[in-house]
């Protein structure tokens, strides 16, 4: 089925298709009685706060030792927060992120987001699992993840790799309203609520589509997708694979991709107002190791960059060395906050390379069960610790691990002593 017709038809059937009344549309979204829709635009500023921090690869190389320090972290990594970019910085090293002050506008945008990420998923059948509609999409819906999108890649190929400059503020309060009103059979003022809900003030005092709110993703891609199908198709009649990730295209092929194909490429996403970041533009060549939405492919094998390895082993040793040393609860949150940033490790490397070395195995199999997993905390900008954890049961949970870990620990030592 042609996929634009398949998303129109999506549309066509959401919950929000031609619902015009003010008051339903508040029960949907769970907007409080006093919140006036059609007056939004004149209260959205208060509602949000942002600040900016610095890119990653704007950041300074760190040194083996901050290295080491970083991957031992026990403590929340938060990045350093500016509330404007320093005068005699370059503004393009730094990232604008919105935060919402209002718990009321929070769940509102996720279950707006839940409804138009239904847009982009089959059916719901009770006890099946929703897969995506959208073939070569791989962010913004379920069953899907960087990894996946990686996989589409694999085997000896040729792949070229662009990233969308400013994907999410390229996405204007002008365009939302365009495409509620004209795709959603949506009146005017309602229209513009849709956009005001989703949009946020830039730099430039204009209002655009914000990094950090829930529905960011989802409706980037909606109001773009006739663009992606049209690239999806167009790979598609060249032999090509195409996937996308946010704002990372992705196209690979058996044969050499055409420069003509390029330059196509280049011109129609430059027609439909988006830009390409010059310096992510990737051309792999068929034997090369690729670079896929942090992944890298080599053949037929996708692995986790050598340094991801290195933290691992890293975090393994001082878990081995200090974990038979705990003697008390303070010492137990330690290990504990550490294991469970080393249990992300080794989800996040056997995801992709599909195992993990038998020495890293046997030892989570050991004591997996004496540091749970989704426990709540009080506090989520802190780590696990005394006083940090929400229920009563929760905390009972943890002193139990504790002293059973304790217990371990003692029965082991007593046997060392023994054999000596």
Sequence with gaps: MDLNKLIEQKIHDCRLYGVTKPSIIK????????????????????????????????????????????FLNIEKNTAERFSKIPPEEDSTKYRKIVTINQPWLRKSQKKFNKILMNILLDKKIRGVKQKSIIPYLHSAVKQRSYNTNAQVHIGDKYVFAIDLKDFYPSVTKFKFYLFFKDKFNLSGDIAMFY?????????????????????????AFLTNYSLFNFLYNLAKENDIEMSMYVDDVIFSSKNKIPQSFINRLFGIIKGNEMFIKRQKVHNYKKESAK?????????????????????????????????????????????????????????????????????YERFINFYDDFFPKGINKKQKQFNYRKGNIKSIKDNQKINQCYQKLKNINKLNNQKEQTEK
Excluded at 39 to 65: C, H, M, S, V
Excluded at 204 to 212: A, C, M, R, V
Aim: proline residues 1%.
């Design 27 to 70: 029960e949907i979204l769970k907007i409080p009685d006093e919140i006036n829709i059609k007056t939004l635009d004149q209260r959205i500023d208060d509602f949000y706060d942002t600040f900016y921090i610095k890119k990653t690869w704007a950041e300074e190389t760190p040194t083996k030792e901050q290295r080491l320090k970083n």
């Design 195 to 219: 956009a005001v809900l989703s949009t946020c003030k830039s730099d430039d005092g204009t209002y655009k589509l914000g990094q950090g709110l829930s529905q960011s993703s989802t409706l």
């Design 291 to 359: 670079k896929v939405t942090g992944v890298y492919i080599k053949g037929n094998k996708t692995r986790v960059a050598n340094k991801k390895h290195y933290e691992f082993h890293v975090q393994y040793k001082c878990l081995k060395r200090n974990i038979e040393n705990i003697n008390s609860l303070d010492d137990y949150f330690k290990i504990y906050n550490l294991y469970l940033k080393f249990f992300g490790n080794y989800q996040h490397i056997k995801t992709v390379e599909g195992k993990v070395h038998d020495r």
